[in-house]
């Protein structure tokens, strides 16, 4: 199946009551098309969730599998705020750091070519994450990237566990080989490799069939007591 043909779940975003914003943030790999589309789709999903202003955010990654971690970066940049916000690191201690510079994601520096919305609120609004069992890879990175920001929560499971950075490696008969080669760390230098535990665990029924969602109302009770929010 070509990128440009690839099925993936759309980008969503909607007002909560209580002046809350939510955004789904599902997983995305592709063509360079695919991936621009996920990236206006999630720049209008934002827009629309933060009408009117947001007192505060929940960041829903439980159904993100990974794929392209910088237009992931790129769709929640706003919320997230400017500065440093993770890193690789490699086996030798060499850290490559990710920031946040308007609202658009850069690797030490550089920009990564995905440009998105100047941060919203300040880029300072509290942020519930809610995560699952199925958050991986790249969803996981964007996990780590809300690890240490202030007045942020992760409510739900435990992630999958593949927090790692891979690289792809050309072979002489023309076959690729994916190396594993880096774990991600959070912006207090923090680094993980395992599944990364919420800091409220709470039982993602939803995701079993269930009509109740516990973890969205454990995020939205946290944030209803909240500077702004209360």
């Given at each position: ?25 599902p997983?995305?790999?592709g ?5 621009q ?6 720049r ?13 955010w ?15 970066l790129?769709?929640?940049?706003p ?10 690191i ?38 519930a ?13 964007v ?8 007045d ?33 760390a ?45």
């Amino acid at each position: 199946m070509s990128g440009d043909q690839q099925v993936r779940q759309p980008v969503e975003g909607r007002a909560l009551p209580g002046r809350m914003g939510y955004l789904s943030h599902p997983s995305v790999r592709g063509s360079e098309k695919v991936l621009q589309q996920y990236v206006r789709e999630g720049r209008d999903a934002v827009a629309k969730a933060d009408r009117p202003n947001a007192c505060g955010w929940v960041i829903d990654l439980r159904r993100n599998r990974g794929g392209n971690m910088w237009p992931m970066l790129a769709v929640v940049g706003p919320i997230l705020g400017d500065g440093d916000v993770g890193s690789f690191i490699d086996a030798d201690g060499k850290k490559t750091v990710w920031s946040i510079e308007k609202g658009s994601p850069r690797l030490d520096g550089d920009s990564t070519g995905w440009v998105t919305s100047p941060p919203v609120g300040g880029g300072s609004a509290p942020v519930a994450v809610l995560t699952s069992r199925s958050t991986a890879s790249s969803g996981e990175a964007v996990t780590v990237a809300f690890r240490g920001r202030p007045d942020t929560r992760s409510f739900g499971e435990d992630t999958t566990g593949v927090p790692t950075s891979n690289a792809r490696h050309r072979l002489s008969d023309g076959a690729i080989l994916n190396l594993t080669e880096g774990m991600d760390a959070d912006r207090t230098g923090r680094a993980y490799d395992s599944p990364i535990p919420p800091d409220q665990p709470v039982v993602d029924d939803l995701g079993r069939g269930g009509s109740k969602d516990p973890v969205l109302d454990a995020a939205t009770e946290w944030l209803s007591e909240q500077p702004g929010c209360a």
